[in-house]
């Protein structure tokens, strides 16, 4: 069974480029979350949404993020302009909400390099 | 604003000892809450929650308990075991159907065989 797929895994590139990170959910599972991974403060909550509709994006950093759900198989992370300090590994994760308080199951997510 | 704090960033113990991982939150409008558990270049895998309603929950080496009134809670693995040596997230939700949880910062857990 596929779980949450992630690309790419590793993205170098320089400041003032745009960066897209892409995510694949869990077949079935209805809500989606993108969280960012720094040594300062943990797991961050950037955005989530619920049956392709965004409900939390306080996390978000600023407006170079945004977020994107296009159908209910696909959701994109997009940065621009990229700064070195948007540099992190950045994970996205999937579950469902037929019941309460279902775990949520991650990629592996994508990490991030911004020279 | 930090809701769900892990105050020890590393923990190292001996095979076969007890490890104590340790979690405390501010908001009192969790209700439920997990633990997850990851190795480098993975994603965090879910390991074992807890309700609200539940003051302990165990599964196999695993315990968690939760001491509401102080906003507490603890991840017991009992014996330890090399494999274990991870990094541990204390993960804290609100309900209300959408799932969104807050993340401590993890605790890196270190069993020496």
């Known amino acids: 069974d596929a779980g949450v797929i992630q690309s790419p895994r590793h993205e170098v590139t320089e400041m003032g480029q745009e960066v897209t990170l892409r995510c694949k959910p869990i077949?079935?599972?209805?809500?989606l979350f993108w969280y960012r991974q720094t040594m300062m403060r943990g797991l961050e909550l950037l955005i989530y949404f619920n049956n392709n509709v965004p409900i939390d994006d306080s996390g978000m950093p600023e407006d170079r993020f945004s977020a994107k759900m296009p159908n209910a198989s696909f959701s994109t992370l997009k940065i621009q302009p990229s700064e070195p300090r948007d540099s992190a590994v950045y994970f996205c994760a999937s579950s469902s909400t037929g019941g309460p308080y279902q775990p949520q199951h991650f990629g592996d997510g994508t990490r991030l390099s911004i020279l | 604003d930090q809701q769900v704090k892990q105050n020890s960033p590393s923990l190292s113990v001996q095979e076969g000892r007890i490890s104590i991982l340790n979690c405390d939150y501010t908001?009192?409008?969790?209700?439920?809450f997990l633990w997850y558990k990851k190795y480098p270049a993975e994603g965090p895998t879910f390991l074992i929650s807890?309700?609200?309603?539940?003051d302990k929950n165990e599964d196999g080496r695993f315990t968690v308990f939760l001491n509401k009134s102080a906003k507490h809670l603890s991840l017991h693995i009992v014996p330890s075991q090399p494999g274990d040596s991870a990094v541990y997230f204390c993960?804290?939700?609100?309900?209300?159907?959408?799932?969104?949880?807050?993340f401590g910062a993890g605790t890196r857990l270190t069993v020496k065989p």
């Open positions: 807890i309700s609200s309603i539940k």
């Open positions: 077949s079935g599972h209805n809500s």
């Open positions: 908001n009192s409008m969790f209700d439920y």
């Open positions: 993960a804290a939700s609100a309900g209300g159907g959408n799932n969104d949880m807050r």
